[in-house]
């Protein structure tokens, strides 16, 4: 198989200095590419051993497909309907509707990756323990996902080059807010865990309106009933090792160590010589004690947890501070790349939701009245 | 219409100091939301006339299409069929396969948008005149295909978090080169006009092998009969207003100036004191003066154009001078736009054959045995 | 001059079928390349005329600069003095010490192009009429801005290759918040005119602490003395041709238009036979009239002026309402380019900004006590 | 120490709902700034214990650095001398000259950093042994460089802002190519191992000229006399653990793996019952089978590495081959990445060097004349 792109070529005429195939260069003064194939077989030691059975047989002629087939493409490139056509009188496409349309088939084929990704990760991680050579497998998965994420941020930038203007000229066509919602998003959303349980009670109710497919209700029940990618995270961060080691005891050591800290820095801010310095320095350790108090209150972090301040248990968070302290220690560095990973992809998202809003601003407006919700200032609070 | 990303959300609390909504400011004292509706109506002067009947009828709500189905997402989604889960007795899907058909798929459906932005392109040049208003409309088509292929660029990031082990367990399903083409990108390469007419011959008897779809045929066939951009361009450019003024007489000026120019430069060298750099810069003079003997000389540009460094006319090369030199005169400020934004293009073009040759030779190496012709090296001969 | 990084090479073999030079294609049968000099200036018609005295004197070989020297070299890369390595008794450095610096250096490079590309468009906006041809060069710098801040939103991301536990090793030489702040940043605020009036009076008591350096405050000074960008673009769409024009007249065949709209918005929703859809169609129009309100009503104007709402004058709106709605039109395609691209830019500091807080967040957390204000909280309100 | 770039702002106002501050949430009962903060360390079972003396001392606030300082504003902020300002009599600036200022003196301040990245990274491959948590850093700091070289490429494109026509207004006053080099550039290719013996050779006669400064010239022995990444890491790669293990014996393991496949695949071959495609798949084992050749084969793989086409010894290519098939081993995890890093930083240096090109191309033409060597067709043979 080659590249799909290339372009129909005759091969590069070889020439003694290029080639490097058989029939140039030889190996005990061998020539011939039968005898060249014989010769490189026996170097393998396996020139008399049959292929073994379990290997799969390859596909014959016939069975192969072509780029058009395999990719769908009569089907998928079928599917830009224009409403602009379809209901004016006089049939004139608006033309910047078929961007709107292909923008937002193309997210949607990248969501269906992302949530493709997020399974078999969240599959992996669903078990008592994870393999370590599984680390890998779900460290590539999540960088792809960065790839994909940052790919789609950029993407939006497309859809800037439609005009407030040509926009309005179609959009009366498409359904108000209620019934113009991605599932797949939704459903990104509920499988990473990002959706917190306030929202989910208040969602449900829409769903009935907005998904009236009973498949599409089902994939939104299971993706808030099955573990979500966090959960499993938080799970598998409380069973950091070396979080009972009484050996080593790193629970007490890390206290130990936020008590000295904390005290230099007090008796630094107290031999502060200028007045106005050293109250500032003061004021300033307080807040830096306070960041801790929630690693060592234990009744504190879960008034934080039900505020929606702390999105996992204390255990995890001691986990993940191991990890981050040790992360140069083997058996840390690939957990430190996940959390790094889903930190970065958590940070994209809402780049990307943010991106999105102010594109909406400036192409609805600030107030635009529509059926249901939205509008800027709802949307504004999504990327709190 | 919202954006359909956005989370359901119960509309902000609107307080006085943030709403602008009729409900709390008022004007000449009128409240209550109805009455601010008549209220602004009657603002306009228009209070009392009736709904112009040409204004299209807005569709009634059971016409209003719901996102899923706009985007015939049932589709499209279901479209993403694994060869290595049909195929494998113990049907285990390759994992990476997913990704190399989703980011085939996009890129299809992207490829499908650059046609539609370039035949509306073409509509347009295939005019005796192009309209002044049409410009504008041009330029900015022109930099959305720009802003798409900056974009395809950097997609093809995405293929390199597969590594090549990965891809060699499924690709043996796929075709051999000669039946892997995008007929698409074929399309684009020939509506742009950057497939010149050698290769259009050498390419007639692949397409029988590579696209038997009699309406695929059809397709390339009238791509290649109908003017390309290129040739359209080349047309409008002969046309550039002022070429053929005898009182500005633009041709003879510059030929003057270049002489002028020329002369200045051999003096200056002549002048020069170092005697290597004096030579140095003799020698640079007679390099200068060459590049302008194509624009002088009507027997040499042809030898040129013969031999595929020149693709437009020398009357078109001089249309495209003119507008240059002259780019900030309002009447070439956007003729300059559409020809830096061609230019861009055939760069971006360029840059992607480039980025997806470095993929492949990672992919599958230099010189890898499949059906057909393709490998490296033939790849990079595209990139000329 | 060529590319400063090309690879030493020798110049390739020139064979006949690849070259254009003179010694290689003859023009009525000359060779040598003095000849072919000589015959392209007599093509010209210029081969007798000296070279005019006006043309700039060329450097001679001793006034060329290196590219060492051009770019101050020597300097620029002997500014990177890392804190971490000057205090610490063992005198080492701390690895990442050094990204830190060269990123905010090449940030700072970037914003004083930024301001020297302002301050050239405020020049040509401040006259009483901006020359047609002069519309091009705005346009073009404005552009360049906008690839600059593209550029400078990605380069965020290198930042976070620095994890927030390498950056807490240096941080502590670094001055509190009043003494580490940026002063092109400000001046690229008020150059821009993105500063409001409030902000500038509470400014203006912290600039005693931040920019003790007199010439600073002199460059602050002036930078909200002078006109800012907004301003000088306020003055401009005031002065939109054709807003005064009593035969065409632009305004009342706005507010004609904008009534017929909504009467007929609301005919059609009170023909809406479904009452739940009719309900919110009705609320729909509400809201659809109340975003109008402004354009009719200048008290109402002003008050959103008053609160920040609005920030040009009601006949600055309708300068560039004009423009929008005529952008097609040869007067008013570069005038739309002219806001399009303001507006990417307002966007893209946006986008930079909240790329920076996102980052920080995640390098001093929510609540980083420090001298002064700032930490994550604070920063949030700066993307509003 | 915060964002130099936020706005001056009060702070948030407090309430309880938001605040997580100690003056709002106890712990046992205590309110009270410093007796929040007092809790806190006594929390942590650290309240009697005195500062270490190891913890470095804090800077007081006299030694705090401002922003401007520590960056050397002044003196970079003061580098940026136009030619064309300086030599024009009438002393007019051209506009553009500044962006191809700035440009080249970000690009110079990123060499640095990537310099400084790859000397640390040599640093610790330059052992006998390289330690398991070093590969961590190693990994980081790789990727690190694929960032900014993911940038570079990007920034090429803000130099297209600038028109051939601007660019010709000022580069007379910069050096013919020969003096036109960039120092930082060369030491990457050396450091990096891309320059080749011959061209080390070739490049030795030309420094002489380019590089007249003793210092620079004494780098630039260092960088090809110490040990380049390259290098390091060959012997890195040669010391691959399992490569001599006679109990688990991969090198024969694998010389039967492929042999068993080339056999395989040779059967399927004459298994297919279409003559055509018989003969193509005959032809493809062929290949396919002579891409190991040099595997097998030490005096064959010597012939490459003479003709430039293998960089790295045998022993290498095996160690590579090894952590390529068993990436997903924890051993071989942090290796694999490392090596998959460095094919990407080699695959965006020479995107970097082909978008450059494609740049001049546009600036300067195919052939332009200038003292020295370069021009657009030496510069396509960097991009091999």
Same mark, same amino acid.
């Given at each position: 198989m080659t590249c799909p792109y290339a372009r129909f070529l005759e091969p590069e005429p070889t020439n003694e200095s290029n080639s490097t195939s058989s029939s140039n260069l030889t190996v005990n003064g061998t020539t011939g590419s039968s005898d060249a194939l014989t010769e490189i077989i026996s170097m393998t030691g396996f020139a008399n051993r049959p292929a073994k059975p379990e290997l799969k047989r390859l596909p014959s002629s016939d069975e192969l497909v072509t780029y058009n087939n395999y990719l769908r493409l009569h089907t998928i490139l079928d599917s830009q309907i224009l409403m602009s056509a379809k209901h004016d009188i006089n049939k @004139?496409?608006?033309?910047d509707e078929h961007l709107f349309i292909i923008i937002h088939q193309t997210f949607e084929l990248w969501f269906k990756q992302i949530i493709y990704e997020i399974d078999s990760i969240r599959e992996i991680f669903d078990k008592e323990k994870v393999d370590e050579s599984q680390m890998f497998v779900i460290v590539n998965r999540l960088n792809r996902c960065v790839q994909i994420w940052r790919l789609l941020v950029d993407q !939006?930038? !497309?859809? /800037? @080059?439609?005009t407030p203007l040509d926009f309005m000229e179609? &959009?009366?066509y498409l359904s108000p807010a209620s019934g113009f919602q991605s599932l797949q998003f939704r459903l990104i959303e509920n499988k990473f865990g990002l959706t917190d349980k306030s929202r989910i009670q208040h969602n449900a109710t829409h769903y009935m309106n907005t998904f009236p497919n009973e498949h599409d209700r089902n994939e939104l029940q299971n993706s808030v009933e099955t573990p979500t990618l966090l959960q499993l995270i938080e799970r598998w961060l409380e069973r950091?090792?070396?979080? =009972? =080691?009484t050996t080593f005891n790193f629970w007490e050591r890390f206290k130990t160590s936020v008590g000295e800290y904390l005290n230099f820095l007090k008796t630094n801010a107290e031999d502060e010589p200028n007045p106005t310095a050293k109250d500032a320095s003061l004021e300033d350790v307080k807040k830096t004690a306070d960041t801790f108090r929630s690693l060592f209150d234990e009744k504190f972090h879960n008034q934080l947890v039900q505020r929606g /301040? &702390? &999105? !996992?248990s204390q255990r995890a968070i001691q986990g993940a501070l191991m990890i981050s302290l040790y992360r140069e220690q083997p058996r840390f560095q690939q957990p430190y790349q996940i959390i790094s990973l889903l930190m970065d992809i958590d940070a994209l998202i809402t780049k990307w939701r943010y991106g999105h809003l102010i594109l909406v601003q400036r192409q609805i407006g600030n107030k635009q009245g529509t059926g249901g919700s939205a509008g800027y200032s709802y949307l504004r609070s999504t990327c709190r």
């Open positions: @004139t496409a608006v033309h !939006i930038g !497309i859809l /800037e @080059t439609m179609f &959009r009366s950091t090792p070396g979080l =009972d =080691d /301040e &702390r &999105r !996992i």
